[in-house]
């Protein structure tokens, strides 16, 4: 059974910064055939897309909200990929979620992932 587990998420100030990270396991396949993504929720909204990255790395995509910020990165040997944030602003404040793409490109909807983990929360205090 494929499980996402995500780290490192906790209470910061604005300004600060944090790094997230998702373990993958429990894989029938190889993590190196799967793009990865991150989203996000916040109360009373919709979840949102914030980053995704390609099965070599070679490819990423981030929400225009999180450029220049945020930068998503991958060790295949770990079957993990992260999420470095810094600049964090109140705004950033969500439950942030890795998802897995079986052998797909690193899309920025949802609905193309085929594994979710629990989620994350990151409160940013201004």
Same mark, same amino acid.
Do not use: K, M
């Given at each position: 059974q494929v499980?996402? $587990?995500?780290?490192? *998420? @906790? %209470? !910061?100030?604005? @300004? #600060? /910064? %944090?790094r997230l990270s998702c373990?993958?396991? @429990? %894989? =029938?396949? /190889?993590?190196?055939r799967c793009a990865m993504g991150w989203f996000r929720q916040a109360p009373g909204k919709e979840r949102e897309f914030v980053a995704a990255?390609?099965? =070599? *790395?070679g490819s990423r995509k981030y929400a225009d909200s999180v450029k220049g910020r945020f930068t998503i990165s991958r060790d295949n040997g770990e079957n993990t990929v992260y999420l470095q944030m810094n600049s964090l602003e109140p705004e #950033?404040?969500? $439950?942030? +979620? +890795?998802? %897995?793409?079986y052998m797909g490109a690193p !899309? =920025?909807?949802?609905d193309a992932y085929d594994y979710w983990g629990q989620g994350t929360q990151i409160t940013v205090s201004s």
């Open positions: 499980q996402l $587990v995500e780290s490192g *998420g @906790g %209470l !910061v100030q604005s @300004g #600060d /910064s %944090l373990a993958a396991s @429990g %894989l =029938t396949f /190889s993590f190196s990255i390609s099965w =070599t *790395g #950033d404040t969500a $439950v942030y +979620c +890795c998802a %897995l793409r !899309v =920025t909807g949802p």
